[in-house]
């Protein structure tokens, strides 16, 4: 991954990490679609989303996210 697609996925983070702090909870399924309708694959999504909860930024339970108080 080059310089430029590395800052796209952080500002794609970034826009997950909004989205679940306004909504609270946020389902997985949700997350997906607006990622998916935006071009982006399962694989994809996962990626991230893994990589956010590895690095504490959120926390998933019954396939639903919710943001931590770690700060991005």
């Known amino acids: 991954m080059n310089t430029e697609q590395m800052q796209i996925v952080k500002r794609i983070a970034r826009h997950i990490l909004a989205t679940i702090s306004e909504v609270g909870v ?3 399924s949700a997350i997906y679609l607006a990622l998916q309708e935006q071009g982006a694959t399962l694989n994809q999504f996962n990626s ?3 990589t956010l909860v590895e690095k ?3 926390t998933s339970e019954n396939d639903a996210y919710q ?3 770690k700060i991005l």
Do not use: K, L
């Open 48 to 50: 991230i989303m893994t």
């Open 26 to 28: 946020a389902p997985a």
């Open 67 to 69: 943001i931590t108080d």
């Open 56 to 58: 504490g930024y959120v």
